[in-house]
C-alpha cells in the first residue's frame, strides 16, 4: 500500500497491522480506532486527518507528518491529560 492515497474517507476501525502505509497520504480522514501496529509509516502524511490514535513504539514513523493536534495522539498510551 505504498504511496496509496486515502482522500475525504472514514476509515473507522480500519486495522493496517502490519501495512507499509511508506508515502502513504491520509488527506482529511477519520481514523477513530484505527489500528497501527508494527506498520511502516516513514514519510506517512496524516496532516490534515483527525483521531489518529498510535503507539510510536509499535511502529515506524520515521519522518510521518501529523498536525498539532493529530501528535497528541502519539501519547494516547500514556494516559496522560494535556492542557
Known amino acids: 500500500m505504498k504511496k496509496t492515497s486515502f482522500v475525504d474517507c472514514s476509515l473507522r476501525e480500519a486495522d493496517f497491522t502490519e501495512a507499509d502505509l511508506t508515502m502513504a497520504v491520509f488527506d482529511k480522514c477519520n481514523l477513530y480506532n ?8 516513514e ?22 507528518r501529523f498536525s498539532a493536534e493529530g501528535a497528541l495522539g502519539l501519547l494516547a498510551k500514556y494516559n496522560i491529560e494535556i492542557v
Do not use: G, Q, V
Open 34 to 41: 484505527a489500528i497501527f501496529y508494527h506498520t511502516l509509516l
Open 43 to 64: 514519510k506517512t502524511d496524516f496532516s490534515t486527518s483527525i483521531n489518529i490514535i498510535l503507539d510510536p513504539e509499535k511502529n515506524r514513523i520515521k519522518k510521518a
